[in-house]
C-alpha cells in the first residue's frame, strides 16, 4: 500500500502550530503603539515563511500558515464577515479548569461575504508554498457560525436582525458560497471546515440539559447537515472540503466529552464532505464503532496523537489503534494527524515547538509503517 496522493494525506495535520515568541512579541509591541500593523505582518510573513519550510521538511504534503495571524480558530474568520462584529461577553467558556477570554462574534446587519482579510493571508500562503505541495486553507463551518451567533448571550440580538430563521440560514449559506467560490478563485483546492459543534451534539450533560428543555437534537443534526450539504452541492469537482471534530482545545484543556455515536448516522452518513478528521486520543471521544456509518468512500484521519501534551505516544499502541479502527472503515481509506491543532487559540497548548515537531515526526514514521512510503 502506498502513500495516499490526495487530500488528506496518510501523515497529516489539523492546522494551527504554537505562535512563536516573536510573533506575540510583535502582537504586544502593536498594541502599546511600538509598532504598526504593517509592521507585525512582515514579522508574520516571515514567521510563515519559516513554518511552512518547517512543514515541507517534514514531509507533510498540505501545509497551513499555522493560523499565526489569528487569535481563535474560529471568531477571527467570523469577524471578517460582513454584517459581523467582535463584541465582548460577561465571561469566558468555561474549559476543564480554566476559563477562555470573553470574547463573541455577534450580528450587526445582513451577514455576507466580501473583502474578508482571510483571502489576502491565504494568497500569501499559495505564493510561498514549495511545488508539489498543497496549501489548505482552514476555518470554522457555517453550523459552527450559526451556533455561535445563536448562543444564548447572542441569541436575543440575532433574532433582532433576522427574525425569520429562514432567511437566516439562507444569508448565511450564501456568504458562506461565496466564501468558498473566493477562496478557490484564489487557487485553494482545500478547505477545512472546524465544527466542534458535533462534539457538543455528542456531551453528556449537554444532551440532558437539552432533553430537559425539550429540544430535539435528533432535529437539530439533521438540520446542521442539511445547511452544510446546501453549501457543499455547487462545490468544484477539484475543490477537496473536509471537516474536523474535536471537544475543545484550548491551553491543553478541554470542554465536551462523548464519543460520537448520538450524531454518527447523519454526520457520517449524510454530510457531502470527503474526510473527516475526527479526535481519537483520549477515553473521551468513545470507541471506533460509530465509524461503520461513514459512507460512500469518505476518508476518515484518525487523530489519535494528541496535541495537548508533550510525551510521545508509543508507536506499537498507535498501530494497533489504527488496525482496530480499520474494521469499520478500509486501511486505505484511513489517515493519521493530531487530534487537534497545538495551538487552537493564540495561548497554544502546554507543550514546546520542540514537541510539536517530534509528534510530527512520529505520525510520519507510524504512517510508513502501516501504508508504505
Given at each position: 500500500m502506498t502513500m495516499t496522493q490526495t487530500v488528506p494525506f496518510r501523515n497529516d495535520i489539523v492546522g494551527s502550530f504554537l505562535r512563536p515568541n516573536r510573533i506575540k512579541d510583535a502582537r504586544e509591541a502593536v498594541k502599546e503603539s511600538k509598532l504598526t500593523p504593517e509592521e507585525l505582518r512582515t514579522i508574520e510573513n516571515q514567521e510563515i515563511e519559516k513554518l511552512v519550510e518547517k512543514q515541507a521538511a517534514a514531509g507533510l504534503q498540505s501545509v497551513t500558515d499555522g493560523e499565526f495571524r489569528r487569535s481563535w480558530w474560529h471568531l477571527d474568520f467570523m469577524w471578517g464577515l460582513d454584517g459581523v462584529e467582535k463584541r465582548a461577553t460577561e465571561s469566558g467558556l468555561k474549559?476543564?479548569?480554566?476559563?477562555?477570554?470573553?470574547e463573541t462574534a455577534s450580528i450587526t446587519g445582513k451577514i455576507d461575504f466580501s473583502a474578508h482579510p482571510f483571502l489576502k493571508d491565504f494568497q500569501f500562503l499559495q505564493s510561498i508554498v514549495p511545488e508539489g505541495i498543497m496549501a489548505r486553507q482552514a476555518f470554522p463551518s457555517a453550523v459552527q457560525f450559526l451556533y455561535e451567533i445563536t448562543k444564548p448571550h447572542n441569541i436575543e440580538n440575532t433574532k433582532k436582525h433576522y427574525p425569520n430563521k429562514e432567511?437566516?440560514?439562507?444569508?448565511?449559506?450564501?456568504?458562506?458560497?461565496?466564501?468558498?467560490?473566493?477562496?478557490?478563485?484564489?487557487?485553494?483546492?482545500?478547505?477545512?471546515?472546524?465544527?466542534?459543534?458535533?462534539?457538543?451534539?455528542?456531551?453528556?450533560d449537554y444532551r440532558e440539559n437539552a432533553a430537559d428543555e425539550g429540544i430535539d437534537l435528533e432535529k437539530r443534526a439533521k438540520e446542521y447537515v442539511a445547511l452544510n450539504n446546501r453549501i457543499l452541492a455547487d462545490k468544484p469537482d477539484d475543490l477537496t472540503v473536509t471537516t474536523h471534530v474535536c471537544r475543545g482545545n484550548y491551553r491543553s484543556t478541554w470542554h465536551y466529552s462523548g464519543g460520537y455515536d448520538p450524531v454518527s448516522e447523519e454526520l457520517f452518513g449524510n454530510e457531502n464532505v470527503d474526510a473527516y478528521y475526527l479526535e481519537f486520543d483520549s477515553d473521551r471521544a468513545g470507541g471506533?464503532?460509530?465509524?461503520?456509518?461513514?459512507?460512500?468512500?469518505?476518508?476518515?484521519?484518525?487523530?489519535?496523537?494528541?496535541?495537548?501534551?508533550?510525551?510521545?505516544?508509543?508507536?506499537?499502541?498507535?498501530?494497533?489503534?489504527?488496525?482496530e479502527a480499520s474494521q469499520y472503515v478500509p486501511l486505505n481509506r484511513l489517515c493519521l494527524s493530531p487530534q487537534c491543532g497545538f495551538s487552537s487559540t493564540e495561548e497554544?497548548?502546554?507543550?514546546?515547538?520542540?514537541?510539536?515537531?517530534?509528534?510530527?515526526?512520529?505520525?510520519?514514521?507510524?504512517?510508513?509503517?502501516?501504508?508504505g512510503k
Open positions: 474549559f476543564n479548569g480554566i476559563e477562555t477570554r470573553n432567511e437566516l440560514y439562507d444569508d448565511v449559506v450564501q456568504a458562506y458560497k461565496k466564501a468558498f467560490q473566493a477562496f478557490y478563485d484564489a487557487g485553494c483546492r482545500n478547505i477545512q471546515m472546524d465544527e466542534v459543534v458535533w462534539a457538543v451534539l455528542c456531551d453528556k471506533f464503532e460509530p465509524l461503520q456509518y461513514v459512507s460512500g468512500d469518505k476518508k476518515v484521519v484518525l487523530g489519535l496523537v494528541t496535541s495537548k501534551r508533550p510525551e510521545l505516544e508509543k508507536e506499537e499502541n498507535v498501530i494497533a489503534r489504527i488496525h497554544g497548548n502546554e507543550l514546546t515547538d520542540e514537541d510539536q515537531w517530534k509528534k510530527l515526526h512520529l505520525i510520519k514514521s507510524i504512517s510508513e509503517k502501516v501504508w
